[in-house]
């Protein structure tokens, strides 16, 4: 066995953990071969806008670039000034992990808004949105994320609302989708349904938590709610050369649904996860674990008795949310089986009867 590489390893930490599907690796594979003209002048990154646009609707426009943070950063940067500033919640990944990009690269202020399940309202909004001149940045756009960072999710008409008041008050709205596969799945509906429809300005679009080795999209939604992407993107070391390899990725995910069968995969991955530990909690084979959010997505949250988290991480890694409460994530991806989730629900069944 290549001791740099354990095939049947399976965690809970991230989706990041997970490799890369097979079908984005034999698009990679088929897209090396002879010269083609670099920075998108490709016949790859052309058929990535014309799959968005079948998604999304005819005028939207799909940069592509290497990552998540990339993807936020150049999005929002097209989407203000350099005096403006973008009220999301406080755990907005654009806020607590992103390592300072968005204002040190972007150039912009965040104005954190704390919230119980990592979700704006209308009314959280309207509360921050005014400015007291010279003496504040300015709030310009409005960031929510799709599933967010609580693995939560914001129904349709919650988008909408959002999206309205935000309108209504001279700002626009951007959206993160790093987990975007998961949320659609989940909501059942188009994403158009739920992003342009509902007044989304930008989009970034995520693949690397979806099976991509590294490729996210900024997908303008609203062509008037930007300026200047072609130059950021370069700016802000986003640029690929050699872009058909990027857009190959996103254009193997969005060919026959790849993106929305392997969200929908995980997230049926993190429904089977919750049930089994309800169904030892049932019938007291798991005990002393409390779910601490709604499984919406791809994500569990829960609260473990003490010890239990580490006895588990000598099996399976995963992270820590909440210290102080002995709060977990975890995280199922494209690549999670059942037979990985039942030896997850049995380990934490030894674990917990163990320190019981």
Request: aromatic share 6%; proline share 4%.
């Amino acid at each position: 066995m290549d001791p740099l590489h354990d095939a049947l390893r399976r965690d809970f930490a991230s989706d990041n953990y997970a490799g890369a599907h097979p079908e984005v690796i034999a698009a990679i594979a088929a897209a090396n071969g002879g010269h083609v003209t670099s920075y998108g002048e490709d016949a790859h990154t052309a058929r990535l806008q014309e799959l968005f646009r079948e998604l999304l609707g005819d005028g939207v426009e799909a940069f592509p670039v290497f990552t998540g943070t990339g993807a936020n950063v150049v999005g929002l940067q097209a989407m203000m000034t350099r005096w403006g500033a973008v009220i999301a919640p406080a755990l907005a990944h654009i806020n607590t992990d992103e390592g300072g990009a968005p204002e040190k690269v972007g150039g912009f202020k965040i104005v954190p808004v704390a919230t119980a399940d990592a979700k704006l309202t209308p009314e959280m909004i309207r509360a921050v949105a005014g400015s007291r001149g010279v003496h504040q940045a300015v709030p310009q756009v409005v960031s929510i994320t799709q599933s967010t960072e609580l693995g939560t999710l914001y129904s349709r008409d919650e988008v909408a609302a959002i999206a309205d008041t935000a309108h209504e008050l001279g700002l626009t709205v951007h959206m993160d989708g790093a987990r975007i596969a998961n949320a659609a799945a989940a909501l059942n509906m188009p994403l158009q349904a739920f992003t342009r429809d509902a007044g989304v300005d930008v989009l970034s679009f995520g693949g690397t938590k979806n099976g991509a080795i590294g490729a996210e999209a900024v997908v303008v939604l609203n062509p008037d709610a930007v300026v200047g992407i072609p130059y950021l993107r370069k700016s802000a070391m986003q640029l690929a050369s050699k872009m058909r390899f990027v857009s190959a990725q996103l254009v193997a995910l969005l060919t026959d649904d790849l993106w929305l069968r392997s969200g929908a995969h995980a997230n049926a991955m993190a429904a089977r996860l919750r049930s089994g530990i309800e169904a030892g909690l049932a019938d007291s084979s798991i005990r002393g674990v409390a779910f601490t959010q709604p499984t919406q997505a791809n994500g569990v949250f829960a609260a473990l008795p003490e010890g239990v988290a580490d006895r588990l991480r000598e099996r399976f890694r995963f992270y820590d949310w909440n210290e102080a409460t002995r709060e977990v994530r975890w995280l199922t991806s494209f690549d999670t089986t059942e037979a990985d989730i039942d030896a997850f629900v049995a380990a934490i069944a030894e674990a917990t009867t163990t320190s019981a």
